[in-house]
């Protein structure tokens, strides 16, 4: 099992950059693959990115693909989500997450480990 914790989230304005790490603590934190999602208000929660631990393959949401960029440290027990050229449609409530098994997903439903997430807002 894994416990996770995010932070890194903020104020930022349009154009503008943000970093968010997902501090994990617990073993065998090299074997999970992960996630990121977000929730808008009002709005369902959304897959944003993965990346599988076997191998390091990344997929994204198209509306965040060539922008975003998930990585993750494991000799640091934590992955990043680097966000570039934000966007006022950005602002949500972000979450990483971790499952087992060595390939990502998209569906929120396969994971089993949930950070409490951290606020990003982006402003014009």
């Known amino acids: 099992q894994v416990q996770l914790v995010e932070s890194g989230g903020g104020l930022v304005q349009t154009g503008g950059s943000l970093r968010l790490s997902c501090e994990a603590s617990g073993r065998s934190f090299s074997r999970y693959s992960m996630g990121w999602f977000r929730q808008a208000p009002g709005k369902e929660r959304e897959f944003v990115a993965t990346?599988?631990?076997?191998?390091?393959?990344?997929y994204y949401a198209d509306s965040v693909q060539g922008r975003f960029t998930i990585s993750r440290d494991n000799a640091k027990n934590t992955g990043y989500l680097q966000m570039n050229s934000l966007k006022p449609e950005d602002t949500a409530v972000y979450y990483c997450?971790?499952?087992?098994?060595?390939?990502?997903?998209?569906?929120?439903?396969?994971?089993?480990?949930w950070g409490q997430g951290t606020q990003v807002t982006v402003s014009s």
């Open positions: 997450a971790a499952k087992s098994g060595g390939f990502g997903s998209v569906r929120q439903y396969d994971y089993g480990y």
């Open positions: 990346i599988d631990s076997y191998d390091g393959s990344q």
